[in-house]
């Protein structure tokens, strides 16, 4: 390979394989622009407190971005021996501008450099995901107000339990993912700060700004501690919590998205773009985009435990273990944003059946609530009032009727305070429109909030 930038005190050349294995750039080198970025924003530092003259500060951007642009067009020869993507593009540097190139590592280590680029990256990377989130949630909010009429039933132990709208179900994935948001929100406060100035650990002593080069890049402040600032990976671990949860969510949705377009349950038709058939059986459309998703949250599962396993046992401050933070972190990365985006690009198509909707809601008793709170309203105390709906379902169970459908005599047997109105309160759109208060199913409440969700989503 290429000669070491550090090999002034060896006496051996590295072990062949010790150098692929210790190598990261086949994976880093996804890190090139923010290490350019990090660089130029380092050169500027050191020009204006005097350790670069002006000239070699142009010199170095120039060079830097004459590199990223040989990057960017597939020209640039990533080599395994110089180890990873800050020493490639240092060296290639020097290769190109000559000894000047050799000034830019000054009051700088990669300890510090990498940690600031994998903050740059994080902070870009959640901003785009947020976007992509934010649209899925647009998308919510959207078929919410569409199916704010909608009747379906609610479940509780995936029995039926109340009726309920479409669109409430709807704003209750909204909400789920609207907490997500604000974590990520919250967690790009503490990624956005920044390490470059810690050097390898203790600091360095030329005059630097670190106000200046935080305000170059765009971070909200110098990180405080120059040995914490080389060592913690916890934004990269509290990224990825917050990525587990929303996964989380998104996997809870994708199964009752599978449910829901089976011929058993039949609530919804999900666009032939969203399924795939199968190679045996001719009549199969399987819902494999949401079953992909549910299934991608296990490995974002897997490198939240990953990376709380790699810091737990760090001491101060980097230690070479942080190199395995960057896999597992593009890979949470990679596969939240292709969740999002297939989701955002899907909740708009799915199409509830209304009719079949209707009908479900209409098995399993879903208005027996309804009818107990009925009896309390005439004065029967609430324990009493269960104990009558419960001998109406028994009597509804043996003949295969829902309570609306039993006469009214029949409902008499039970208790003579019953009259002519509780069929008001047996009917579907009676039990939904009821619900009438904030957080209820009631259409009303579901369209105000469904317009409230928009102004905070806004926000
Ligand atoms: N490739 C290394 C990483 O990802 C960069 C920092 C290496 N520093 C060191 N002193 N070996 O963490």
């Given amino acids: 390979g290429k000669s070491k930038p550090w090999g002034g005190r060896f006496t051996e050349s590295t072990d062949a394989f010790v150098e692929a294995f210790t190598a990261s750039v086949g994976f880093d080198q996804r890190l090139y622009r923010q290490d350019i970025a990090g660089s130029i924003a380092h050169a500027r530092m050191l020009a204006r407190v005097g350790v670069l003259t002006a000239a070699e500060c142009d010199e170095i951007i120039a060079g830097l971005e004459d590199i990223r642009a040989e990057i ?9 021996g110089l180890e990873d993507v800050h020493m490639n593009i240092e060296a290639r540097l020097t290769e190109r501008i000559g000894a000047t ?11 510090d450099q990498v940690a600031t680029d994998m903050r740059l990256y994080l902070r870009e990377e959640i901003d785009l995901i947020t976007a992509e989130l934010e649209r899925l949630q647009g998308g919510l909010i959207d078929l919410a107000e569409r199916e704010a009429d909608t009747i379906m039933p609610g479940f509780t132990h995936l029995q039926v339990a109340m009726p309920v709208t479409f669109g409430h179900h709807m704003l209750a994935w909204f909400e789920m993912l609207e907490r997500d948001r604000q974590r990520l929100a919250d967690c790009r406060r503490r990624v956005n700060v920044m390490p470059l100035g810690a050097a390898a650990m203790a600091g360095t002593t030329y005059p630097i700004d670190r106000h200046y080069t935080a305000e170059l890049l765009g971070f909200d402040a110098p990180a405080e501690n120059s040995l914490d600032a080389v060592s913690d990976r916890d934004f990269a671990i509290e990224f990825t919590s917050a990525a587990a949860l929303l996964l989380m969510h998104l996997s809870r949705c994708s199964e009752e998205l599978i449910l829901w377009t ?14 795939t058939g199968s190679s045996i059986m001719p009549q199969k459309k399987n819902p494999d985009v949401p079953e992909l998703v549910r299934g991608k949250t296990g490995r974002v599962n897997g490198h939240l435990i990953g990376l709380l396993t790699l810091m737990k046992g760090q001491p101060l401050a980097y230690n070479k273990d942080n190199q395995e933070d960057k896999e597992p972190l593009f890979d949470t990365v990679d596969t939240v944003r292709g969740c999002l985006r297939v989701f955002a690009d899907m909740i708009p198509a799915i199409e509830p059946k209304r009719e079949r909707l209707r009908a ?16 309390v309203r005439k004065g029967l105390p609430f324990r009493d009032a269960h104990e009558v709906v419960g001998r109406a379902v028994r009597l509804g169970l043996e003949q295969g009727r829902d309570l609306s459908q039993l006469s009214l005599e029949q409902l008499q047997q039970f208790s003579g305070i019953i009259e002519q109105d509780v069929f008001d309160v047996l009917t579907l759109e009676g039990s939904i429109a009821s619900r009438d208060h904030i957080g209820g199913t009631a259409p009303a409440q579901v369209r105000a909030a469904a317009q409230r969700a928009r102004e905070r989503l806004s926000r």
Avoid: M
């Fill in 360 to 375: 479900a809601a209409l098995e399993g008793f879903s208005t027996a609530t309804d009818l107990a709170d009925y009896l």
């Fill in 262 to 275: 089976s011929a058993q349950f039949g609530f919804i038709d999900l666009p032939d773009r969203f399924c």
């Fill in 72 to 80: 960017e067009a597939g020209g640039f020869d990533w080599s395994v």
């Fill in 101 to 111: 190139g050799k000034k830019l590592h000054t009051g700088r280590s990669r300890n």
